[in-house]
């Protein structure tokens, strides 16, 4: 089943699979801004009528849960945290707690002690999943 305007189709054991990005900035004390302008700065999330909040803030710190069509399998393509301005703090995000047949996800971000932590606020965090059906 190929998502309507969205990622790449692609093929993956035999099935049908697509791509699903987030990209989203966060804001102080764990608020999130899903970033859906397109405009120059690169920013694209992938939007589905199915999926009516993709990303929110999980009101624990350093968790933000994210929603993404139901699918059989879910691969981690991509994970990253841009901070604002360099030399502000280390922090690292990791995709955590994927339940596909739900469609849902955590990020989890953590300081440079890998403890968990809101992300520093105008950092900018993209998730790519590949997601497979079937």
């Not at 970033?35 to 999926?51: F, K, N, S």
């Not at 990791?94 to 996800?105: E, K, L, R, W």
């Amino acid at each position: 089943m190929a998502l309507p305007n969205i990622g790449t189709p692609v093929r993956s054991s035999g099935r049908s699979c697509d791509t699903w990005s987030i990209e989203y900035t966060c804001g102080a004390s764990g608020a999130v801004t899903l970033d859906t302008d397109g405009d120059d700065d690169g920013a694209w999330t992938d939007q589905d009528p199915r999926v009516t909040t993709p990303v929110a803030d999980s009101g624990v710190a350093g968790l933000t849960s994210i929603t993404f069509p139901k699918c059989r399998r879910v691969r981690v393509l991509h994970c990253s945290i841009e901070e604002p301005t360099a030399g502000t703090g280390v922090q690292m995000a990791q995709v955590v707690d994927i339940v596909p047949s739900a469609g849902t996800a955590t990020v989890r971000v953590v300081d440079g002690t890998f403890a968990l932590a809101d992300a520093t606020t105008n950092a900018r965090v993209r998730v790519v999943l590949q997601l497979e059906y079937n």
